[in-house]
């Protein structure tokens, strides 16, 4: 069984930036595209980012473009989502997501069946 562990979060002032680590564990990441995703309070959960298992190709929801980069690294097994210039509407629990595939991604949430523990990110005005 693959397990996920986010970890970074925290609070930080709008216009700072944070990095969130998942560390990949039970199989090699290498197997699965890897993708981030929050919920907001009262909110449902949204599509942020995600990286193919072999990082040649991601995808960014507009409202992080130029702001947020995903990366990872497979002798890690771990993905990171390094997120800059933030505002305070990116306040959300992030997940980490994982889709057993070789190549390509989803942005939909239903095709992802391995999801970590959620950390929260916080971001004041």
């Known amino acids: 069984q693959v397990q996920l562990v986010e970890s970074g979060g925290g609070l930080v002032q709008a216009g700072g930036s944070l990095r969130l680590s998942c560390a990949v564990s039970?199989?090699?990441?290498?197997?699965?595209?890897l993708g981030w995703f929050r919920q907001a309070q009262g909110k449902e959960r949204e599509f942020v980012t995600v990286i193919s298992s072999d990082g040649g190709s991601t995808d960014y929801a507009d409202s992080v473009k130029d702001r947020f980069a995903i990366s990872r690294d497979n002798a890690k097994n771990t993905v990171y989502l390094q997120m800059s210039n933030l505002k305070p509407e990116d306040t959300a629990v992030y997940y980490c997501?994982?889709?057993?595939?070789?190549?390509?991604?989803?942005?939909?949430?239903?095709?992802?069946?391995?999801w970590g523990q959620g950390t929260q990110v916080s971001v004041s005005s």
């Open positions: 997501a994982a889709e057993e595939r070789i190549w390509g991604f989803s942005r939909s949430a239903r095709v992802y069946d391995r």
């Open positions: 039970g199989r090699p990441s290498s197997n699965y595209a």
